[in-house]
């Protein structure tokens, strides 16, 4: 491979279901690096498994990119000068490039059943030995006419040897290679076949993927070789490890949709940022990579060779680091979208008191999850709702009864009504140095018992920022009448 080539990469998911975190991290780190070299990223779909594929599974693949920060220059929807980047609109090129190995003698119809096919593995499976096609080649080939599978007739029996980006040199048998099935019956090309012929008519300079195909590499060489065309240079990821770190993610440790942590309030830049340093390793203590700065730090020489687990501590607490970076609009609104209808209904419900609320949220939420979980369980019914509650809650430790609360409480009323409600300071302000002189706990606790009816809340000082003069008063007014009765 010539490495002063422009650099291409691609992304080439199955249609045959939803868009698991596996995948995702395979076209970040393709992504990533045709960006940083100013190259390109393509999008290929490889839809010739037509039994498998599930419907809407592509337009599905590309929300998924797209809600990830993952632009394509080249794709199903802007094919340019590839015709189509759908392999299934690629039937006669692939059947092109057979017929050019037909030619030289390095392909030929399968002339045997599935039936018969299936004999020869049983035998080679009853004797203890590994089943190979080749052993099993026709002694007369017949001419092909597209109506029986074409397989590939491996130049030579060898031993292999490449050099893997990642891995460095690697190295595989005679054992791993064997007459292999190129084009089916239907017309419709396998994955051995296709993606070697795709990559090379699309300049593919640089191919990134899972552990899985490195025993089928040694097949991938003999196509090369036989094809006479370049290779590509080959980067092997790391496997994407569960929460244990001892096996490799399933589905119900993690490997969901992608599209599901968006539902969970999970921001792109944050599970962009999670899933780069999941194998790769930017070699500093920088974990926080926003903008552009994760494609200017990204290279090959940082992709481990072991895997690196699926924390989604990790997630959590990376989210709430990019929460953070947002703007007290952005939080406004997220919180907004992610508020039950239970409490949306309560008859104080207003935009300016959620909008007041918010930070207070984002103290302590990591995602959407968290915030319904919380809304559920009463935090936020406080601002939206007068709140009840036993009058018990508003004696202070130290008291003897709830009674020595209410002279604090109307003294507080009274340098409250003076007060300028414009932010946190201000209340603070006009109330401070008394709490100050007759005790913090005495003065804050029932204030703040007052304001939410809560055993835990935020400090009075943002309880009644959010809740506005009027409603302030009118709760203490009424804590006060409790005492009273």
Request: aromatic share 12%.
């Amino acid at each position: 491979m010539d490495h002063n080539k422009k650099v291409v990469t691609r992304f080439a998911p199955s249609p045959t279901g939803f868009l698991h975190i596996g995948g995702v991290r395979t076209a970040l780190f393709a992504y990533l690096f045709a960006r940083k070299n100013n190259g390109t990223f393509i999008l290929r779909i490889e839809d010739t498994d037509k039994n498998r594929e599930v419907e809407g599974s592509i337009e599905h693949i590309k929300k998924s990119l797209t809600w990830l920060g993952i632009d394509w220059d080249f794709g199903p929807n802007n094919p340019g000068e590839f015709v189509s980047c759908l392999q299934s609109d690629r039937l006669t090129i692939y059947k092109k490039y057979a017929e050019k190995l037909v030619a030289k003698g390095l392909a030929y119809p399968d002339p045997y059943t599935e039936e018969e096919t299936a004999k020869f593995r049983e035998q080679a499976e009853a004797e203890g030995r590994p089943f190979l096609f080749r052993n099993h080649r026709p002694e007369t080939i017949e001419e092909w006419d597209g109506t029986r599978p074409l397989r590939f007739r491996v130049p030579e029996i060898k031993r292999y040897e490449w050099n893997d980006a990642v891995r460095g040199k690697l190295t595989a048998g005679e054992e791993m290679l064997d007459d292999f099935i190129i084009l089916k019956s239907d017309g419709y090309p396998t994955y051995n076949f296709a993606h070697i012929i795709d990559d090379l008519e699309m300049g593919v300079t640089h191919v990134m993927r899972g552990e899985e195909f490195i025993s089928s590499t040694p097949r991938f060489l003999s196509l090369y070789d036989a094809l006479e065309i370049e290779r590509p240079i080959l980067v092997t990821l790391p496997p994407i490890m569960g929460p244990d770190g001892k096996k490799k993610l399933s589905k119900r440790d993690g490997a969901k949709d992608l599209l599901d942590f968006e539902k969970d309030g999970y921001l792109p830049e944050a599970m962009r940022n999670f899933l780069a340093l999941i194998g790769w390793n930017p070699g500093t203590d920088q974990e926080i990579f926003p903008d552009k700065e994760l494609e200017n730090a990204f290279s090959l020489e940082k992709i481990q060779r072991s895997g690196g687990a699926f924390n989604e501590e990790k997630l959590c607490w990376m989210n709430k680091k990019y929460l953070e970076l947002k703007d007290d609009a952005f939080k406004a609104n997220y919180f907004e979208d992610s508020l039950p209808e239970s409490i949306k209904s309560l008859p104080q419900y207003s935009t300016e008191r959620l909008t007041k609320l918010a930070p207070t949220v984002f103290e302590r939420i990591h995602n959407k999850v968290e915030i319904v979980a919380a809304a559920e369980a009463g935090e936020y019914s406080y601002a939206f709702s007068i709140p009840s509650y036993d009058t018990e809650l508003l004696k202070w430790k130290n008291d003897d009864s709830v009674a020595s609360a209410l002279p604090r409480l109307e003294k507080a009323m009274t340098f409250l009504e003076q007060a300028d409600f414009g932010s946190e300071e201000t209340i603070k302000n006009a109330l401070w140095d008394y709490a100050e002189v007759v005790g913090r706990g005495e003065v804050l606790w029932p204030l703040r018992a007052a304001l939410s009816g809560l055993k835990q809340s935020p400090n009075p000082f943002s309880l009644a920022f959010i809740l506005g003069k009027e409603e302030t008063l009118s709760r203490i007014k009424t804590a006060c009448d409790k005492i009273s009765a």
